[in-house]
């Protein structure tokens, strides 16, 4: 494993098909998108980060409802989190409210001038869901 000087912030949009990830740069001022996964892919993904640039935190996206009380998937995200944390022991791990995420990360790939076809490109909501949730994390922290 590298020592970087650096290590990054790594976001999670777990969903039931798919799980968006993104990281943030180096010097942790803006994320950019990582990948879109089944669960092993996303394992293996981590696992590649760590080894190359290092990861200080993940935070997971955390579905809360509409008034900010714990919904069916608040269940699923909790277990997720306790496999993440025996898969990679000792490396923090945060939930962040995820609330409205892939709204608005289904207005920026609109209002980013691509196509409605390559907009609905499976995963492309999922890893920029990650990328909203991992910047607004970044945005709250500075």
């Keep these: 494993m590298t020592s970087p000087s650096y290590k990054r912030l790594v976001a999670i949009d777990f969903g039931t098909r798919r799980i968006g990830l993104a990281k943030s740069?180096?010097?942790?001022?803006?994320?950019?998108?990582?990948?879109?996964?089944e669960i092993e892919?996303?394992?293996?993904?981590?696992?590649?980060?760590i080894r190359e640039d290092g990861i200080d935190r993940l935070i997971v996206g955390?579905?809360?409802?509409?008034r900010g009380e714990a919904n069916r998937m608040t269940g699923v995200i909790d277990r997720f989190v306790e496999e993440l944390g025996a898969r990679?022991?000792?490396?923090?791990?945060?939930?962040?409210?995820?609330?409205?995420?892939s709204r608005e990360a289904?207005?920026?790939l609109a209002s980013s001038g691509e196509s409605r076809k390559k907009r609905c490109v499976k995963?492309?909501?999922d890893t920029a869901a990650a990328c909203v949730i991992l910047q607004s994390y970044l945005d709250a922290a500075r």
């Design 88 to 101: 990679f022991p000792g490396l923090p791990i945060e939930t962040v409210d995820e609330h409205r995420s």
């Design 106 to 108: 289904r207005q920026i």
């Design 62 to 66: 955390y579905p809360l409802s509409d």
């Design 41 to 49: 892919g996303l394992y293996a993904a981590l696992e590649r980060i």
């Design 25 to 37: 740069d180096p010097l942790g001022i803006f994320a950019q998108p990582a990948g879109t996964f």
């Design 123 to 125: 995963g492309r909501v």
